[in-house]
């Protein structure tokens, strides 16, 4: 099984690309994990808001690999603790496919993008800036197999 997560964004800040870089070398082994950004809606004065997010559906879905199980974050997503998340790994690799994990820009996701998921993610009820949600994901991912590989990083 590989993942890739597709994030609409570009050029995240050095912290971001050094943390979510560590994260991904420690899961290689487990779950290799490729980023996949997105060009993100233009935005600003005179410009529609719904149209940029509509742009940035089309380009997530297209950088969706066919039969990938997909999941989107979203806030309205279900939450899950380290270890439901290690739960659900354990299920996502029982299906026996690909995994893609989508964030999207500043509005959230295309309703296209919502109708395509699998299955939706939320990290809590906090709004974090999307492109921390990049290390995060990765964070819980690596916590996630490391708690299967009954690896002593997580300590509860």
Same mark, same amino acid.
């Given at each position: 099984? =590989? #993942?890739?997560?597709? #994030? &609409?964004?570009?050029?995240?800040?050095?912290? &971001?690309?050094?943390?979510?870089?560590?994260?991904? =070398?420690?899961?290689?082994?487990?779950? /290799?994990?490729?980023?996949?950004?997105?060009?993100? !809606?233009?935005?600003? =004065?005179?410009?529609? *808001?719904?149209? +940029?997010?509509?742009?940035? !559906?089309?380009r997530?879905? *297209? #950088?969706?690999?066919?039969?990938?199980?997909?999941?989107?974050?979203? !806030? @309205? !997503? @279900?939450?899950?603790?380290?270890?439901?998340?290690?739960? %659900?790994?354990?299920?996502w690799?029982?299906?026996? @496919?690909?995994?893609?994990?989508?964030?999207?820009?500043?509005?959230?996701?295309? /309703?296209?993008?919502?109708?395509? *998921?699998d299955?939706?993610?939320?990290?809590? /009820?906090?709004?974090?800036?999307?492109?921390? &949600? %990049?290390? &995060?994901? +990765?964070?819980?991912?690596? @916590? *996630?197999?490391?708690?299967?590989?009954?690896? /002593?990083?997580?300590?509860?």
């Amino acid at each position: 099984m =590989k #993942a890739r997560l597709i #994030a &609409v964004g570009e050029r995240a800040p050095a912290w &971001v690309a050094e943390g979510f870089a560590e994260y991904r =070398k420690r899961l290689s082994h487990w779950l /290799p994990l490729e980023l996949v950004e997105v060009e993100p !809606g233009l935005r600003g =004065k005179g410009r529609d *808001a719904a149209r +940029a997010m509509q742009d940035e !559906g089309a380009r997530v879905l *297209a #950088a969706v690999p066919r039969s990938t199980l997909v999941v989107a974050l979203d !806030g @309205r !997503g @279900r939450a899950h603790s380290s270890e439901q998340l290690a739960q %659900r790994m354990e299920h996502w690799r029982g299906q026996g @496919r690909d995994l893609a994990f989508l964030i999207g820009g500043p509005e959230g996701h295309a /309703p296209e993008v919502l109708a395509r *998921a699998d299955e939706q993610w939320s990290l809590g /009820p906090l709004t974090l800036p999307h492109m921390l &949600v %990049r290390l &995060v994901l +990765a964070e819980q991912l690596y @916590r *996630a197999a490391s708690l299967l590989a009954n690896h /002593p990083y997580h300590r509860s």
